[in-house]
């Protein structure tokens, strides 16, 4: 019998799908077979508006043209632009780009960091929570609350603390006058898709505010539409003191950004912050487009329609297999008696694209235009499998 070449990253860092990609149109990849896939992984929840949406294209096309990059020492009219959308439509006072959601958290960090110098005694430490995920460098890694990320770091970065999601009694217990901040995602997206509790994320807010302590909610994954919401802290009625952005604001090119409330953003000052590639023109370009598309309420309003048909759907499915179906919009979690991954690769071969964030939870965070029709087609797909 033949035996299939198993296809391998560049790096060897990772398993890759295996089926090699030409090309993408809306929901859906094309492989170099010709085969299609529905894809509800989106580039690792990047692909907000799909492949090849023209709008977007067309901005980067048209930026391309004119410069690919100068350097933060010019002027830049479209990360101008996209700041001023991002400060119009949410909490913030600054807002400051940079390439990726680990580097967004880590100058969240800083910031917070010198705020704790300046404002709170030199107060350092960060209570962050078990099954979070913030990033791949070192203090972003540390700050994540998952072990397996730990091994290769000796030492870890000083002053993350870990506490228990949706358990204030525990913040509480691990918070003292050296606390600076608490940084979480409202729906830990990589650790299972854990929502949070709006009770808990209440008394967090409170208790930040009562203990003069910054509240940092990292929305790399949850924000821009994501969940119904440009930003998914408007789900809980807080208001953050820094939140940071990835994933789709670029459509795809690296772009990120922190956006800062009144007290982080009086105290930051010229040279707190810079980047050679953060902010670049091409990649703000097409976050104006995507910014503008996400901010639109009918959208928003769509996606969270889509998301409770997704969410129905899946339970509706009435297997014993499936234990639990979870999340906020188009970001669920679908907990599963079994190997996760036997689900993903079967879908695979059916013209699925699936994700297993844990060993025995699948996450489908598809693109924001996926159809009611795709959605059925993948619940078609998925009660073969399961
Ligand atoms: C919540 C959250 N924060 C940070 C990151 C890291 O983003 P990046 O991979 O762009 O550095 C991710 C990536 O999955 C994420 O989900």
């Known amino acids: 019998m033949k035996r299939e070449k198993i296809i391998k990253s560049s790096d060897n860092t990772v398993n890759v799908y295996q089926i090699?990609?030409?090309?993408?149109?809306?929901?859906?990849?094309?492989?170099?077979?010709?085969?299609?896939?529905?894809?509800?992984?989106?580039?690792?929840?990047?692909?907000?508006?799909g492949y090849n949406y023209s709008d977007v294209n067309n901005a980067i096309m048209k930026q391309v043209k004119k410069h690919i990059h100068l350097s933060r020492l010019f002027y830049n009219k479209k990360q101008e632009e996209l700041s001023s959308?991002?400060?119009?439509?949410?909490?913030?006072?600054?807002?400051?780009?940079?390439?990726?959601?680990?580097?967004?958290?880590?100058?969240?960090?800083?910031?917070?960091?010198?705020w704790g110098l300046l404002k709170k005694n030199?107060?350092?430490?960060?209570?962050?929570?078990?099954?979070?995920?913030?990033?791949?460098?070192?203090?972003?890694?540390?700050?994540?609350?998952?072990?397996?990320?730990?091994?290769?770091?000796?030492?870890?970065?000083?002053?993350?603390?870990?506490?228990?999601?949706?358990?204030?009694?525990?913040?509480?217990?691990?918070?003292?006058?050296?606390t600076v901040a608490i940084m979480l995602e409202l729906i830990q997206a990589e650790g299972g898709v854990n929502v949070a509790d709006k009770k808990f994320i209440k008394q967090i807010s409170d208790f930040c505010k009562e203990n003069n302590i910054l509240l940092?909610?990292?929305?790399?994954?949850?924000?821009?539409?994501?969940?119904?919401?440009?930003?998914?802290?408007?789900?809980?009625?807080?208001?953050?003191?820094?939140?940071?952005?990835?994933?789709?604001?670029?459509?795809?090119?690296?772009?990120?950004?922190?956006?800062?409330?009144?007290?982080?953003?009086?105290i930051i000052e010229n040279n707190d912050h810079g980047t050679t590639m953060g902010g670049n023109p091409v990649a703000c370009a097409a976050g104006c487009v995507i910014f503008k598309k996400i901010m639109n309420k009918n959208f928003l309003k769509e996606v969270?329609?889509?998301?409770?048909?997704?969410?129905?759907?899946?339970?509706?499915?009435?297997?014993?297999?499936?234990?639990?179906?979870?999340?906020?919009?188009?970001?669920?979690?679908?907990?599963?008696?079994?190997?996760?991954?036997?689900?993903?690769?079967?879908?695979?071969?059916?013209?699925?694209?699936?994700n297993a964030c844990k060993p025995d939870v699948i996450r489908f965070v598809p693109p924001l235009i996926m159809t009611k029709k795709e959605i059925d087609l993948t619940i078609k797909i998925l009660r073969r499998i399961i």
């Open 122 to 178: 030199k107060a350092y430490k960060i209570i962050t929570f078990y099954n979070s995920f913030h990033g791949r460098t070192y203090l972003t890694l540390t700050a994540t609350g998952q072990e397996k990320f730990h091994k290769i770091l000796n030492p870890k970065a000083p002053g993350f603390i870990y506490a228990k999601f949706n358990d204030i009694d525990d913040v509480k217990s691990k918070v003292d006058n050296e």
């Open 304 to 354: 969270e329609n889509k998301g409770k048909y997704l969410m129905q759907s899946l339970k509706n499915i009435n297997s014993e297999k499936i234990l639990e179906v979870r999340g906020k919009g188009l970001l669920i979690g679908m907990q599963i008696k079994g190997d996760a991954k036997k689900i993903v690769e079967g879908a695979l071969k059916q013209g699925l694209i699936l």
């Open 216 to 266: 940092i909610v990292d929305e790399v994954q949850t924000g821009l539409g994501r969940t119904g919401k440009i930003f998914c802290y408007e789900n809980y009625d807080i208001e953050p003191d820094i939140v940071t952005l990835g994933k789709g604001l670029g459509g795809g090119l690296p772009l990120s950004a922190v956006l800062t409330g009144d007290r982080v953003y009086e």
């Open 20 to 49: 090699i990609p030409e090309k993408g149109i809306r929901s859906t990849i094309i492989d170099t077979k010709g085969k299609r896939y529905i894809d509800m992984f989106a580039g690792i929840a990047v692909n907000l508006l």
């Open 85 to 114: 959308l991002l400060k119009k439509n949410s909490f913030a006072k600054g807002v400051y780009f940079s390439n990726s959601g680990a580097e967004a958290n880590e100058v969240a960090i800083k910031f917070a960091r010198k």
